[in-house]
């Protein structure tokens, strides 16, 4: 019997009439299975866990938490409710109703779009792969699970998209999403940052603060999108999404907290004397993901971002918060270097659209920042953490190739080369974390001596619960 | 822009040591040419070039390595062409710089880089330098073009690679530098292919692009590189580069003044009140190499390189840094007699790699000028010595005026070169162009062993005029004066059709057809209006608005 069903496959985009959809899944979703028991969380496949599973868009039912084992789990299709007489709120057809059908000289950039954001989501579950074997508690490990088949989903979501509106170059493109691999270097993902694997936990939280709060915001430009089938399927990820930043800020906070805790134990003050993680290493990570998640919005002045916005692609996060709406005036002043120093320029605000959402993401990373900060004020120590500079460490736009220090000012290379390991995890600081880290916590209840337990448990479950099922 | 603001003349004479775009490396029988375009070193200000895109700088200093490869390494048997940077291979002509640019300027820019791309064809059909493009990202517009013009496209399948003619859907455009007809009339893409491709900006990877003809091989990027330096290994094997020490291109160097641009052999004189210039270009004077042995020793000092090179320079200058120029006056000076000597040599011992070398640079010499969009009159007075090589200047011109006088004799004579050594983008020689009406008669004038008198020349049907003493003067200033009305526009394009008669090559056509169709649609108000495709683009990520009719 045919996998592809309402029953299988939870959805609210009339599958069990939409042939042509029935079709291209039944090709797909098979390699989409082998694809998750191949490159999905290695030795858990057979375990059950505590899951949400989204099974309508209603209150009550993207949130349905039951044991499941993760091959067995309904990946669905949803979009967020239509909005009735929606229009397009931005660029030169400001106004205009929203595509239901994809506008045929759009056609090739928005299937970029779509590959590119899709790619990142299987990437991720292939970078996390390995994570279940040095988990520090079960309730983590149920989270990272939570992250993984919800990426699945996206996965799914981007797949809807290109099946259902692009033909057969959308079906072959929903093909490579499977066939590309992390780290790979014959068939790489398509995105630089999402090529390196994330083998600590503390990764694993930095990606989750900082990488998926660039998906966040790349969500949110897409929501505003004037083809509506992509602009609602966003706007549900995006409900998803927050757990997956959840799970990072809290996870950092957690471990913060538990390295202010080890700090006073120890007699000079360094957690590390107690199997603890240094708030200097926490920052060299934070520079780290910071910066690499910086890279993903993009150029500072883009051509693509600029036409994007104009034909109503892809517009601000929350673009009705702008008061004016077309853009094709107005500039934004940014320091750019020419000739190797930095001066101050008039950007056309169009082409500074990536400079515009990577405005909005700086600040929601930094209300993550103040309240990790507030964690140490009430533990009484002095260190406070921060954001580096947009300059520093870049490896694209404007700043890459030149060297900045966390402050944003200009050094040499000789001076990089010094000083880097001051900045960025070194090998000893990577290596020392991964031995914090030798075997995973299986207990109920339990967490590693390096973080603090949660606040609360998942769906209102107890700390202590059995999240994953691993008897 | 370019016509209002006054800019430093653009100069074409570089050498690898002061190359800022490019990295010329050696390996024993492979040339490395590895692009790494420097964002802040355009030629003029206003535009970053960034992604490997390229100005007229850019593309002198490729043409320089095209012509080092030749003369100073004869070791080279195949050329490598890469990129330095790591998801990018070119990314084509700098589309800011061409919004800025006037049209003059660009225009020239298109037929310079046309003719650089030729010259790599060239050099892999005539000299035994096979040319392997090794794309390791993304390859779009002049950046694919450029592939296109290597023998090999090799193409890293990695996801990301590509290759993409996006000019019509992005720019409102052509692909100017032979790409549309080396796509169909070199990689044989089947014309619809060749349609969906040129209309899909994002282009094509992997092996669809082998299945399209695009590129020959799709290689994973594991493998990328050795695969590269394998294929050229192999293509080196075939050539018959016979290594060994090259010959040296010292600058040429000429004496410039206001008015004047001196060489050894040539000289440029500018009358820019009377929109005139006269170019003249000298005989040998010493003794001339006839051994291999001798032209080794010569080197880039022999007269037959020398000349040309500095002929080569000329036309350049004057195709960039004059515009206003409207009509040349062709002139040479010296004993024919050494021209025929030192034609013969050439003729004699081009299976020498050297020689073979100088001829070549000869032929695209006289290419160059054929595609001169000046007018160009010959006047062959006493002391002239239109001869051999030397009187395909006054074939490649648009009339010639030779001096009948009994008092002052001249002629005019062939030699073994015209006989199809130097042949015009259509693959004829200058005489056979001449005499479509009469395909013998190029024959029967070549076994004519010695010179023509006016007399004859004129029966022959070898110039146009031959004015005698009396009339000479008159004639020639009225020809000059009546061409000084014309529109310059209307000029180019009749000259441009008369010139190139006869059967078409990808050459011919790729000058022809696609310069013609793209310097119109330059001018057009879609392109480069206000709301035109190319004055839109990266400005404001705005639609541009087009004027629907067709023509």
């Known amino acids: 019997m045919s996998m592809v069903n309402d029953e299988k496959i939870p959805n609210n985009v009339d599958l069990a009439q939409d042939k042509r959809l029935q079709r291209a899944l039944e090709q797909w979703q098979p390699d989409f299975l082998s694809w998750w028991r191949e490159m999905g969380p290695e030795g858990f496949q057979e375990r059950e866990v505590y899951l949400r599973t989204a099974i309508s868009v209603t209150t009550e039912g993207w949130a349905h938490y039951d044991y499941v084992r993760m091959p067995d789990y309904r990946w669905g299709i949803f979009l967020a409710d239509q909005v009735p007489g929606r229009t397009i709120g931005f660029g030169d057809l400001l106004g205009q109703p929203v595509w239901q059908d994809v506008p045929g000289e759009h056609r090739g950039t928005l299937r970029r779009l779509i590959v590119t954001q899709g790619d990142t989501e299987p990437a991720s579950v292939e970078q996390q792969r390995a994570l279940g074997h040095c988990c520090p508690s079960l ?22 998209l290109l099946h259902r509106f692009f033909g057969r170059d959308g079906r072959e493109d929903a093909e490579e999403l499977l066939a590309r691999r992390s780290g790979n270097p014959d068939r790489p993902r398509i995105l630089g940052a999402f090529n390196e694997p994330i083998d600590d936990w503390l990764s694993f939280y930095m990606f989750t603060m900082f990488t998926d709060r660039d998906g966040k915001y790349q969500l949110l430009a897409l929501a505003e999108s004037g083809f509506d089938p992509l602009s609602r399927t966003t706007r549900f990820m995006l409900t998803e999404e927050a757990h997956h930043m959840f799970v990072g800020e809290t996870g950092i906070g957690r471990v913060v907290q538990r390295s202010a805790e080890l700090a006073k134990l120890s007699k000079n003050g360094n957690p590390r004397e107690q199997g603890g993680i240094d708030l200097e290493t926490v920052q060299k990570y934070l520079n780290l993901w910071y910066s690499l998640s910086l890279d993903l919005f993009g150029s500072e002045i883009s051509t693509n971002a600029a036409s994007f916005f104009g034909a109503g692609l892809k517009g601000r996060a929350k673009e009705e918060k702008f008061e004016e709406h077309v853009c094709r005036e107005g500039a934004v002043v940014m320091e750019i270097p020419e000739q190797g120093r930095l001066v101050r320029r008039e950007v056309p605000l169009r082409s500074a659209m990536n400079e515009v959402l990577r405005d909005g993401y700086v600040e929601d990373c930094q209300r993550g920042v103040d309240r990790w900060n507030k964690i140490l004020a009430e533990s009484g120590l002095s260190f406070r953490l921060r954001l580096p500079s947009r ?7 404007v700043f890459s190739g030149l ?51 949660p606040a609360k448990g998942i769906d209102g479950q107890p700390v202590d619960f059995e999240y994953v099922r691993l008897d | 822009m370019a016509e209002t603001t006054p800019q430093p003349p653009v100069q074409f004479e570089t050498h690898p040591d002061s190359y800022r775009h490019w990295r010329l490396a050696f390996d024993g029988p492979v040339a490395r040419l590895t692009m790494a375009v420097r964002e802040d070193g355009g030629l003029r200000p206003g535009y970053q070039l960034k992604l490997n895109s390229y100005d007229l700088g850019v593309d002198i200093e490729l043409c320089d390595a095209v012509q080092r490869i030749r003369f100073e390494h004869p070791e080279v048997r195949a050329v490598v062409l890469d990129s330095a940077l790591q998801k990018i291979f070119c990314a084509g002509a700098n589309i800011f710089m061409l919004a800025s640019s006037g049209h003059p300027f660009k225009v020239n820019f298109c037929k310079f880089t046309n003719e650089t791309r030729l010259a790599i064809e060239d050099a892999s059909a005539h000299s035994g330098i096979k040319w392997i493009a090794a794309l390791n990202g993304t390859s779009s517009g002049g950046g694919y073009e450029l592939a296109l013009a290597c023998d090999e496209i090799l193409l890293a399948d990695d996801g990301n690679a590509s290759v993409s003619l996006p000019e019509v859907a992005l720019l409102g455009v052509l692909p100017g530098t032979g790409g549309l007809t080396r796509v169909v009339d070199k990689r ?17 990877r992997g092996k669809r692009a082998v299945d399209w003809r695009l590129v020959d091989q799709a290689i994973p990027k594991s493998r990328f590189d050795q695969a590269v330096r394998e294929r050229a290994l192999e293509l080196a094997k075939g050539s018959d580069r016979p290594g060994g020490p090259g010959v040296r291109l010292a600058p040429i160097a000429p004496e410039v003044t206001p008015t004047a641009r001196r060489y050894r052999h040539v000289t440029l004189g500018l009358d820019r009140s009377r929109r ?16 291999p042995a001798q032209f080794l020793e010569a080197g880039g000092d022999a007269w037959a390189l020398r000349a040309f090179r500095e002929l080569d320079d000329a ?37 020498h790699w050297f020689v073979r070398e100088i001829l070549g640079q000869m032929r695209r010499t006289l290419k160059r000028l054929d595609l001169t969009a000046r007018t160009l009159y010959a006047a062959i007075e006493p002391g002239s010595c239109f001869a051999g090589s030397l009187f395909e200047i006054a074939l490649s011109a648009d009339r010639s005026y030779m001096l009948d006088d009994p008092a002052r004799a001249t002629a005019v004579q062939l030699s073994a070169l015209s006989a199809g050594l130097l042949p015009m983008s259509n693959g004829l020689s ?57 529109s310059p526009d209307a000029l180019t394009g009749m000259e441009a059709n008369l010139r190139f008669a006869g059967p078409e090559t990808m050459e011919s056509k790729i000058f022809g057809r696609l310069s013609a169709w793209q310097n119109w649609i330059f001018q057009r108000p879609n392109a480069v209006g206000e709301k035109g495709a190319l004055s839109l683009y990266g400005q404001k990520g705005q639609r541009p608005e087009f004027d629907w009719r067709r023509t």
């Open chain 1, 139 to 160: 309730y983590d490990l149920r989270n990272l699970f939570q992250v993984n088949v919800e990426e699945g989903r996206h996965l799914w979501a981007m797949v809807y």
């Open chain 1, 391 to 397: 300059r520093f460490h870049r490896q694209q736009g």
């Open chain 1, 403 to 453: 060297r900045f220090d966390p402050d944003g000012r200009q050094i040499s290379t000789e001076e990089w080369a010094k000083r880097q390991d001051d900045w960025l995890p070194s090998a000893s600081d990577r290596s020392y974390v991964k031995s914090l880290q030798p075997r995973a916590i299986h207990e109920r209840g339990k967490m590693a001596n390096w973080i603090a337990a």
């Open chain 2, 188 to 204: 044989l893409v089947r014309r619809d292919i060749a349609d969906v491709f040129c209309a899909l900006p994002e282009g094509v």
């Open chain 2, 276 to 291: 005139q210039a006269t170019l003249t270009v000298r005989g040998p004077t010493g003794p001339q190499p006839k051994t």
């Open chain 2, 315 to 351: 036309l350049l200058q004057l195709r960039v840094n004059e515009l206003e120029i409207g009509t040349v006056l062709l002139h040479t000076e010296g004993d024919p007699r050494a021209v025929l000597e030192a034609d013969g040599a050439v003729a004699e011992l081009r299976g």
């Open chain 2, 430 to 486: 200058r005489l056979q162009s001449r005499f479509l009406h009469d395909p013998p008669r190029a024959g029967r004038l070549l076994e004519r062993r010695g010179p023509f008198s006016a007399g004859e020349a004129l029966e022959a049907g070898l110039v146009t005029f031959a004015p005698d003493g009396i009339d000479w003067d008159d004639e020639l200033r009225l020809a000059l004066e009546e061409r000084e009305a014309l």
